[in-house]
């Protein structure tokens, strides 16, 4: 929706790029920039990323607001500037990388706690409001959700660079943020852009245990999502292909290895020890009623995978972790009602079957890598 200003007071000031910078700092954002509105040669990439089939079934990148992306003022008629903010959001839970408890489940750090776009998007609407105080403009939030080229935006005003893992990385804050947009009628000095830092690193790649980072046409590297443990357990609404499934591991929302891993968040990585354990029971999640399933994780990101896509996801780090006990539970959801549940569930406890025999042939313990397919 497009916000209108006030009528402006001739006494009052001009806002400034460091007025802005001043106040979303007041506001709560950790970064903030500018970027002037102008097409980037980034959407030629997009688009080529999009018609390679890339984006797989993630319908809202390839139907029509895939065009509106190179035209913010679809947007707002009036934009002339876009004022780019970022939210911290690490804290100090363990990384995924150091996570070993076969009996739970990893959720990926930024779905814990309230859904970030409405916490974002109240932010972002003070952030306008303390603005027009000082100057009328036309204004419209973007938080994720909006058909705009975020990342670039960001990467334009100076947020941060666009590493190979495709994540925004700031050399002050790591990765772990948050990243929103007010596009403004206001006509405001850019930032300049930061030298891009990954050099010729590349733990990211080489962590990936679906191989989603891969070289792209135009040089560097791209996401292929049809790879990726965050489209498969959150994107995808239907069954995730068998050979990717050891991959997944104990990943039952998102994934956070190729951020795990980047030097520019271990140098920033947390030391408080966290309040409650990471991960959730997987055994208590395969129990969980639809009804429960919603209450637990209302007003959550987690509730974007849906509850039979989520149980699809408990099945799978079930099979995984390959222990005895998670039989009974795999029997429960195999009897489902839902076709993809009952699969999956079938799948896993196979899987557990055979690691099962296996042991018990070669006396050895149950292995407990959950990367290998």
């Known amino acids: 929706?497009?916000?209108?200003?006030?009528?402006?007071?001739?006494?009052?000031?001009?806002?400034?790029?460091?007025?802005?910078?001043?106040?979303?700092?007041?506001?709560?954002?950790?970064?903030?920039?500018?970027?002037?509105?102008?097409?980037?040669?980034?959407?030629?990439?997009?688009?080529?990323?999009?018609?390679?089939?890339?984006?797989?079934?993630?319908?809202?990148?390839?139907?029509?607001?895939?065009?509106?992306?190179?035209?913010?003022?679809?947007?707002?008629?009036?934009?002339?500037?876009?004022?780019?903010?970022?939210?911290?959001?690490?804290?100090?839970?363990?990384?995924?990388?150091?996570?070993?408890?076969?009996?739970r489940g990893w959720i990926a750090r930024y779905a814990f706690g309230e859904d970030y776009h409405q916490a974002i998007r109240r932010r972002m609407e003070d952030l306008a409001r303390k603005l027009l105080q000082i100057q009328p403009f036309e204004w419209r939030v973007c938080v994720d959700t909006a058909p705009l080229l975020e990342r670039s935006y960001a990467r334009d005003a100076g947020l941060g660079w666009i590493g190979r893992n495709t994540c925004l990385i700031s050399e002050a804050h790591g990765s772990w943020f948050f990243l929103s947009e007010l596009l403004t009628s206001l006509d405001l000095e850019p930032h300049a852009r930061v030298a891009d830092r990954c050099g010729s690193c590349s733990r990211c790649i080489d962590a990936c245990p679906t191989a989603a980072i891969v070289p792209s046409p135009g040089g560097g590297f791209e996401l292929d999502s049809r790879l990726c443990i965050s489209y498969f357990t959150i994107e995808l609404r239907e069954t995730i292909p068998v050979e990717v499934r050891g991959a997944i591991g104990n990943h039952v929302f998102g994934c956070d290895i190729c951020q795990d891993v980047c030097p520019w968040n271990r140098r920033r990585r947390m030391t408080a020890v966290p309040e409650t354990e990471p991960g959730v029971s997987l055994e208590r999640m395969a129990e969980l009623t639809q009804t429960e399933f919603r209450e637990m994780f209302r007003g959550t990101a987690v509730s974007r995978a849906r509850y039979a896509g989520f149980l699809r996801n408990v099945a799978i780090a079930m099979g995984n972790a390959g222990l005895e006990k998670f039989q009974t539970p795999l029997e429960r959801l195999a009897a489902s009602g839902d076709p993809m549940v009952s699969e999956h569930a079938q799948w896993a406890l196979k899987r557990i079957q055979t690691k099962l025999s296996s042991s018990n042939r070669s006396g050895s313990g149950i292995s407990s890598n959950p990367k290998s397919i």
């Open 1 to 103: 929706m497009v916000r209108p200003g006030i009528e402006r007071d001739c006494t009052m000031p001009d806002i400034s790029a460091r007025v802005v910078h001043d106040l979303a700092r007041e506001t709560g954002f950790e970064l903030c920039g500018i970027a002037k509105p102008e097409l980037s040669p980034d959407f030629g990439r997009f688009q080529s990323w999009v018609d390679r089939g890339m984006a797989g079934r993630m319908g809202y990148l390839t139907d029509h607001r895939a065009e509106v992306r190179a035209h913010p003022a679809a947007l707002l008629p009036s934009v002339r500037s876009v004022i780019c903010t970022g939210s911290l959001y690490g804290g100090p839970k363990p990384y995924s990388i150091d996570f070993s408890d076969l009996e």
